[in-house]
């Protein structure tokens, strides 16, 4: 499956976003997908995730109550919706897709990835 994320942008600290990972290749519907960040001089870390059918999420404990991911399976997209950005948020924010049965945090278990979308917040 090829990913593409989009939406990034710059924005001020308490502003939103909306990010979406377009998929194309394969039958959507039988990947889970998450959400990855990676700051500069920082290692990629875990943003959020959602299961095949959109019943289950999980999100990182620094963006809970902030972010908001779903999919729409009709349409091979995922979002995430970024409400009270801050600037820690900054970041190259990549989409990935994978074909655990359940949801899981950790990159390594993601096989598929997309070309990362740069969100800069301001302070």
């Known amino acids: 499956v090829q990913l593409q994320a989009s939406g990034g942008g710059l924005v001020q600290a308490g502003g939103s976003l909306r990010l979406s990972c377009a998929a194309s290749?394969?039958?959507?519907?039988?990947?889970?997908v998450g959400w990855f960040r990676q700051a500069p001089g920082k290692e990629r870390e875990f943003v959020s995730a959602?299961?095949?059918?959109?019943?289950?999420?999980v999100y990182a404990d620094s963006v809970k109550g902030r972010f908001t991911i779903h999919r729409d399976n009709a349409k091979n997209s995922v979002y995430l919706q970024m409400n009270s950005l801050k600037f820690e948020d900054t970041a190259v924010y990549y989409c990935?897709?994978?074909?655990?049965?359940?949801?899981?945090?950790?990159?390594?278990?993601?096989?598929?990835w997309g070309q990362g979308t740069q969100v800069t917040v301001s302070s």
């Open positions: 959602i299961d095949k059918s959109g019943g289950r999420t």
């Open positions: 990935a897709a994978g074909t655990t049965r359940y949801v899981v945090v950790s990159r390594y278990e993601y096989d598929y």
């Open positions: 290749g394969r039958t959507f519907s039988n990947y889970i």
